[in-house]
């Protein structure tokens, strides 16, 4: 995600700035874990009980209108929430991330129908590892990864248009595992980038107005959308389907 063009006036070139970023920065950097990981827990209890109420779950599978405009919904949710960032209050645009959060747990209470719960929790625990240990490299990494974050939006872009024609033409599984596979490199590298990028905002800021939560914010949906994106790529992977 671009935080770039996100507009703040409370960047000053004040004697004060470097004591302020020593208190703003930690607190800041919690935010965007701490939001991210309620993301999580929202999602996995809303797709969790979704998936215990076989009626409920049924009647989403069964709609398959109803399924895609879920998630044209969370699409477009994204997509409005980050180009309004600048316009609406701190509460507001954290009510629109839990929003977001709760549709995906509605459209992921749909792998309990496709995948076994064994499967699921291991499968999860595998992505947990694996996003901490990019996060942490991209956060204490000396290198710049903004030219690779470039590349793999690229990419990203052509694993999608991929996607999307094995889905509604070709019907392919092999297509799907090499996608899956090259999904996994993506949202690993993203990972790093994203960390990153967040690092390097958060560490101008001035102080934890609600101009700088947001951007947090923004931060957590990042690596909240990196994360739901590399567990689905590698429990296609290695999730065991129920028979």
């Known amino acids: ?21 020593n208190t703003a920065f930690p607190l800041l950097m919690r935010k965007v874990y701490v939001w991210m990981a309620l993301a999580l827990v ?13 009626g409920l779950v ?16 969370e699409l477009g949710l994204v997509i409005w929430l980050t180009a309004a960032i600048n316009r609406i209050s701190l509460p507001f645009a954290t009510l629109l991330f839990i929003t977001y959060s709760v549709l995906n747990g509605l459209v992921f209470s749909l792998i309990f129908l496709v995948y076994t719960m064994t499967s699921i929790a291991n499968v ?27 590349m793999l939006f690229i990419a990203l872009i052509g694993v999608i248009i991929a996607s999307l024609v094995n889905v509604f ?3 392919s599984t092999g297509l799907e595992l090499i996608v899956s596979c090259i999904s996994v490199l993506i949202f690993v590298g993203l990972t790093a980038y994203d960390a990153q990028s967040i690092k390097r905002m958060l ?3 001035p102080d934890a107005n609600s101009q700088m939560q947001k ?7 990042s690596l909240y959308l990196d994360f739901i994106n590399l567990f689905l790529a590698l429990l296609r ?3 065991d389907r129920r028979s």
């Open 169 to 171: 033409l070709l019907h």
């Open 215 to 221: 951007i947090a914010l923004l931060g957590a949906l």
């Open 58 to 73: 049924m009647a989403i599978a069964s709609n398959r209108l109803l399924t895609y405009g879920l998630m044209f919904a």
């Open 1 to 21: 995600m671009n935080y770039n063009n996100f507009n703040s006036d409370s960047f000053n070139g004040s004697s004060s700035y470097d004591v302020s970023v």
């Open 237 to 239: 992977i290695f999730g």
């Open 42 to 54: 929202i999602t996995g209890l809303t797709a969790y009980g979704v998936a215990s109420s076989p």
């Open 124 to 150: 999860f625990f595998i992505t947990a590892g694996t996003f901490a240990l990019m996060a942490f490299i991209g956060y204490t990494t000396k290198t710049d990864l903004t030219s690779l974050g470039k």
């Open 203 to 205: 560490a101008q800021a």
